[in-house]
């Protein structure tokens, strides 16, 4: 079992930046692909962005490729994205995933073991 956590979402202004942080439990996650989702509003959930934990890959959609980056720091067993050049359009509920021996480019939520509870990222224009 692995348990995340996430934190660092809040309300910004449109040109802001936001880090979100996921902190993970419970089990080594060098086996595992760590994921960012997102859900807006009356949408379904889709993929933001991926890292290999332990080769480091990573990959992103389209719409935050130059503007997020994932990162992960092995001693704090936590993942990181950093977003910035924030849009209205980036406003949703931001989740973390963990994918067993998954590939950064498996972007279907289906694909994913293990999820966060998920914090509200606001950006107001």
């Known amino acids: 079992q692995v348990q995340l956590v996430e934190s660092g979402g809040g309300l910004v202004q449109a040109g802001g930046s936001l880090r979100l942080s996921c902190a993970a439990s419970?089990?080594?996650?060098?086996?595992?692909?760590m994921g960012w989702f997102r859900q807006a509003p009356g949408k379904e959930r889709a993929f933001v962005a991926a890292?290999?934990?332990?080769?480091?890959?990573?990959y992103y959609t389209d719409s935050v490729k130059g503007r997020f980056t994932i990162s992960r720091d092995s001693a704090k067993n936590t993942v990181y994205l950093q977003m910035n050049s924030l849009k209205s359009e980036d406003t949703a509920v931001y989740f973390c995933?963990?994918?067993?021996?998954?590939?950064?480019?498996?972007?279907?939520?289906?694909?994913?073991?293990?999820w966060g509870q998920g914090t509200q990222v606001t950006v107001s224009s």
């Open positions: 995933a963990a994918n067993l021996w998954g590939t950064v480019y498996e972007v279907d939520d289906g694909e994913y073991d293990y």
């Open positions: 419970g089990r080594t996650l060098r086996s595992y692909t």
């Open positions: 890292i290999v934990w332990g080769g480091g890959n990573t």
